[in-house]
């Protein structure tokens, strides 16, 4: 089997993304229960974006999509502490 490092690659992120992607849903469902203002909902969004992306395997648009969702926690990180 012939697999090119940039598909191994995008298979190891999608492999690893699904192991993570439900304890990130869990502790962001928690949160949402005490807060689900504006700006928790722009971080639900965006992660929906990047797994969105990574099903689909458009590793070339996942940077861009993570810096965006690493702006949206950073901002509530600062702002609430």
Known sequence: ???????????NFQ????????????????VEEI?????????????????TLAKDGKAELLSAKATELKSAFVKVYL???
């Open 79 to 81: 702002k609430r502490g």
């Open 1 to 11: 089997m012939n697999i090119s490092k940039k598909g191994y690659g995008t298979l």
């Open 35 to 51: 807060a689900n203002d504006s700006e928790i909902q722009t971080i639900r969004t965006k992660l929906e974006e990047v797994s």
């Open 15 to 30: 492999l690893h993304g699904i192991k993570y992607q439900a304890y990130v849903y869990t502790k962001l469902k928690a």
